[in-house]
């Protein structure tokens, strides 16, 4: 009886120390379009269309996923649909990131990469000054980071 109370003890002890443990962040990746051009994203093989020119891709578990940005056009007489591949690259996603690829209109694309809380919460706890005051630029004389 001893046995199955204290192995019945150490099995409620674990699944509680588990559900309590802090669980991993997800990211989300968007795709911004100011194309005139249909555009469609592949994110590690999964196609997704980009709907009125943006797509969210939310709850991506935080690594490096492959981002394959294609263009469709219509060419020639008749009209047929032409694919061309304008962006592909692995992109890291940190928990707790937001990654913006941003497509203008000439097919260039720009990755900006943010954070982001849900909660609006930055673990500073209000000490969000500059700490150092400048010490490091005190005497910086090509005018980066002078604050007068």
């Known amino acids: 009886m001893k046995k199955i109370f204290t ?16 669980r991993p962040k997800k990211g989300k990746i968007s795709v911004t379009s100011n194309s005139p051009s249909t555009i469609f994203v592949k994110i590690d093989g999964q196609r ?7 797509f ?7 690594g490096n996923h492959r981002v394959e940005i294609y263009r469709m056009e219509r060419r020639g007489l008749f009209g047929a649909m032409k694919t061309t ?12 990131q937001l990654v ?3 497509v203008n209109r000439y097919g260039s694309v720009a990755v900006r990469k943010s ?11 209000g000490r969000d ?9 005190r ?6 980071g002078n604050k007068w």
Do not use: C
């Open 139 to 144: 005497d910086d004389d090509r005018g980066r």
């Open 7 to 22: 192995l019945a003890a150490i099995m409620i002890s674990l699944s509680v120390a588990s559900f309590a443990a802090d």
């Open 115 to 125: 954070g982001f809380d849900p909660y609006d919460r930055d673990d500073k706890w």
């Open 48 to 54: 997704y269309n980009v709907d009125r020119n943006e």
């Open 129 to 137: 000054r500059d700490n150092d005051h400048d010490y490091g630029r």
């Open 85 to 96: 591949m304008i962006y592909n690259s692995f992109v890291m996603v940190a928990p707790d």
């Open 56 to 62: 969210v891709l939310n709850s991506i578990k935080p």
């Open 100 to 102: 913006n690829l941003n």
